[in-house]
């Protein structure tokens, strides 16, 4: 699934071609997403400019002029392919006709200038929703979501009131999104890496040592993340076709059995599952 690099990755790219466009046209192939299309979708998105993108952890919102908000999520699988038959700048969208089945496009945004966005989910577990800007405060979707990780919104006193309140484990606390946003499985292994704490280790256990250095490490991975365009495992590229290339820098995420990287550590990358999340860790320099 996307994670937060690769869903503002996403986000900057829509932004860069689609901000302050009137979408002129709206096809749907396929309405039964996760949740259907909403029936009123097309009524108050074509015609419409586009304000703004934004990011609200692994959700992209796109801000219309009529007031309403498009909610996008990515699920699984979902994908934004952005087609331009005339600009050089999409000459990288080339892999989208032979790297994406056609038959999983099913929404298609038109634009002026022969411009075209589609999103494209083979596992069809993304949606789209709609919803007025007025009540953004009270989406399910975005009510209850923990502060951003990158930005000011996260701080040190907040991790350590949270961790020292819970008996779950370090790991599974970072990807409960009400605890903080867009952290998932690859990012939230790195970042304990980063830390020297172990995934399994009680939240409530955490030194202010260990809160100070996963304060840091959290802003510190995804920030590198994000200058690389995120991780390109399994099917993630960009809108427009591009590799991101976190996951050459990966230190535990799919190591198992590897030697560590962190310097001075003879160690060894060691893989445990629970709750159907594997975790990836150093025994010898996590505690």
Do not use: W
């Not at 901000?19 to 709206?26: A, D, G, L, T």
């Not at 038959?103 to 200038?113: L, M, R, W, Y």
């Not at 919803?131 to 953004?136: C, F, G, H, I, N």
Request: hydrophobic share 35%.
């Amino acid at each position: 699934m996307p994670e937060l690099p690769e869903v503002e990755v996403t986000r900057r790219t829509l932004l860069k071609f689609i901000e302050n466009k009137v979408i002129k046209n709206i096809k749907i192939n396929n309405p039964n997403l996760r949740f259907k299309i909403p029936t009123n979708f097309k009524k108050n998105v074509i015609g419409q400019k586009i304000i703004k993108v934004l990011r609200r952890s692994k959700y992209i919102l796109i801000y219309l002029k009529n007031d309403y908000v498009m909610i996008a999520h990515l699920g699984m699988s979902g994908k934004f392919l952005i087609k331009n038959n005339y600009s050089k700048d999409f000459l990288k969208t080339s892999y989208y006709f032979n790297e994406f089945s056609l038959k999983h496009n099913h929404i298609e945004f038109f634009f002026s200038n022969n411009l075209k966005v589609i999103y494209n989910d083979p596992r069809r577990f993304g949606f789209f929703l709609l919803d007025k800007v007025s009540k953004l405060d009270l989406n399910k979707f975005l009510n209850k979501l923990g502060p951003e990780p990158l930005g000011n919104d996260l701080k040190k006193d907040y991790l350590m009131s949270k961790t020292k309140a819970t008996q779950r484990s370090i790991k599974t606390l970072l990807m409960d999104q009400h605890f903080i946003s867009g952290i998932g499985n690859i990012y939230a292994n790195e970042i304990l890496f980063s830390a020297k704490i172990k995934p399994n280790k009680i939240s409530s256990k955490l030194t202010l040592v260990d809160i100070e250095r996963l304060h840091s490490s959290i802003g510190k991975v995804l920030k590198r993340a994000l200058k690389l365009g995120g991780s390109s495992i399994k099917d993630f590229k960009s809108s427009v076709g591009l590799k991101g290339r976190f996951q050459n820098e990966f230190k535990v995420y799919d190591r198992r059995d590897l030697k560590c990287l962190r310097s001075g550590c003879s160690g060894l990358i060691a893989r445990v599952v629970s709750q159907g999340r594997a975790s990836f860790f150093c025994n010898e320099c996590q505690n």
